[in-house]
């Protein structure tokens, strides 16, 4: 078993170290960022919340217009319809202010 480089422990996952809480890979499948860094609340590309994925395994992440929590899996938010996804393309949509896809133009209303 590999080594935490930030405490040293033994790792059980080479996503993640539960003894520091540091997260090296963000564990969303279609994301694998990499952090690498204490105390990062969120992936800076598919915004997992990683506090929740490291209390529980559960995959959120928040939705920056209604500030709810949602599934990661989920392409909208199911309380303001803010789409997190293009429903076409499946793009990341990176404003909540945005009325098209910026990539195929599919209307986000
Ligand atoms: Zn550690
Ligand atoms: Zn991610
Ligand atoms: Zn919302
Ligand atoms: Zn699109």
Not at 35 to 44: E, L, R, S
Not at 49 to 69: A, G, I, N, V
Request: aromatic share 6%; with cysteine.
């Amino acid at each position: 078993m590999d080594k935490c480089p930030i405490c040293k422990e033994e790792k059980k996952s080479k996503n993640y170290c539960k003894a520091c809480k540091t997260v090296f890979v963000c564990p969303n499948q279609n994301c694998g960022a990499d952090i690498g860094k204490k105390d990062v609340d969120t992936c800076p590309r598919c915004g997992l919340l990683l506090k929740d994925y490291l209390d529980s395994h559960k995959m959120y992440r928040q939705c920056p217009k209604c500030k709810k929590k949602q599934g990661l899996s989920e392409p909208q938010c199911k309380s303001c319809k803010y789409w997190f996804n293009c429903p076409s393309c499946g793009h990341k949509v990176p404003s909540t202010s945005m009325l098209t896809c910026p990539r195929c133009a599919t209307s986000l209303r």
